[in-house]
């Protein structure tokens, strides 16, 4: 019988996976299949920087199939501030989950990169074909070369071995369950969750930068149903960009007002430019990704704005149990 481990599995984009095989119908295209089993595996399963546990999580649940998204993740202050900590953990990481794959014959194995590991100066639109074409934004140099090596090692098994190991690259995630921590966390989870406590607190709304770059976001559950397409339909080594349409890139300043509406903040903002913008823009086509779902897929993004009403939501709701990186009331 099948047995989908997903690392990371309490994680923005594990969680929505969790909410995809929970709610829609069995046997249904992003349902799970009759018999399947699914593991959403935390740190508490393993520590995947270690080779004998990460080991010991695949004898335990013997997963013929793996989704793999356990990384130390980050937004671009974070990425800025740790960049041997985010290269030396994912490299691990990603090298235990990798091994382990091949030696317990799992029969495929999707893995997570990431629009950001792409060249800083390259044409654009980015896609497939130019991850590694030249060195990434030095902002995020760390995490962007552990998770190349994904790429590189996913060829070479298939090459010495036959693995079936395949990637995805989604571009900016955003959704319940995500990291809402001020300084840690990506754009959106950090301004919703500066946006709230302005609103809350009548203290100031700053937000870093210049609101110029640009960006494209999305939906954690849609991704999720990406990645379940991806689980029974795409077996090609070669990565594919899970995203938005590259006409849909939107500034910081743009997303920044849809937060201050979604929130219900009433008040001024503003930015504070000695902080990082990071990487200027780096649009990624989801051609392939559209040829490959194919014109009769049915598949639709969540409008941004409802995506984002759902997220706020969620924070909202939760805000005593989400990851804020505040201390928990008592
Ligand atoms: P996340 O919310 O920060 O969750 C990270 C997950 O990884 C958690 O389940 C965490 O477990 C697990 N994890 C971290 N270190 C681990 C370790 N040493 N051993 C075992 N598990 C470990 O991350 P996410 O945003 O869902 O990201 C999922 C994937 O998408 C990652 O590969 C990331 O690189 C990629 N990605 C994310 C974004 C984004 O905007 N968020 C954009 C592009 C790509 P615990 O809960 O136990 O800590
Ligand atoms: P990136 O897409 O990998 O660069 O990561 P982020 O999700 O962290 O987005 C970074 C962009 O959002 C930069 O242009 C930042 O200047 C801008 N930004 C504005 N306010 C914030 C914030 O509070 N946190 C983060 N992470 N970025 C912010």
Redesign the pocket.
Known sequence: MAVVLV?????????ALKHVIDTEPEGSKYGKLKGETWIF?????????DPAQTLAMYEKYKPTHVI????????LFKNMKYKLTFLR??I??NDNVLHASHTQKTTKLI??????VFPDAVTYPLDETKIHSGPPHESNFG?AHA?RMVDVQNHAYKEEFGCNFTSAI?????GP???YDLEDA?VIPALVHKCYLAKQNGTPFIVSGTGKPLRQFIF?RDLAKLFVWMLRDYDDVEPIILSVGEDEEVSIKQVTDAIVKAVGFKGEYSFDTTRADGQFRKPASNKKLLERLGPNSGFQFTPFEEALDISVKWFIENYDTA?TGMKKKA
């Open positions: 690392t990371g599995g309490t994680g923005l984009v594990g969680q595996a935390s740190s508490a399963d393993g520590d995947l920087r793999h998204l356990a990384a130390l993740v980050g937004g953990e994912n691990l990481i893995s997570c990169l990431s629009t950001c995490y998770k989604p571009t900016n995630i955003f369950h995500d990291n990506h954690s990851r």
